[in-house]
């Protein structure tokens, strides 16, 4: 599985990282398999309008920290919508 792994971009690496550190800030939360799809369409929403607001307002450290936040919430609806994330549930 590790080979598998070895050609994936710089980028993608670190964004899974902050990612992550993101995720555990939070684990006490709860996980993401209950019948939650309206709540997280919705966060999305409102963390996407975060987003865009604080890139307008020049807050670039801010709309990056939002922009785990969206990508995190797309990452749930992944592993619920879809055959390969729901092994991941398990």
Request: charged share 30%; glycine share 6%; aromatic share 8%.
């Amino acid at each position: 599985m590790v080979q598998e792994y070895l050609d994936v971009r710089p980028a993608v690496i670190a964004f899974a990282k902050v990612m992550e550190e993101t995720l555990r800030l939070h684990d006490s939360k709860g996980g993401w398999d209950g019948n939650i799809d309206e709540f997280l369409k919705a966060k999305m929403c409102e963390e996407t309008a975060e987003m865009f607001m604080r890139h307008v307002e020049g807050e670039m450290g801010e709309a990056a920290n939002e922009a785990v936040d969206v990508a995190n919430i797309c990452m749930m609806l992944w592993t619920r919508w879809t055959e390969r994330g729901e092994e991941y549930l398990k």
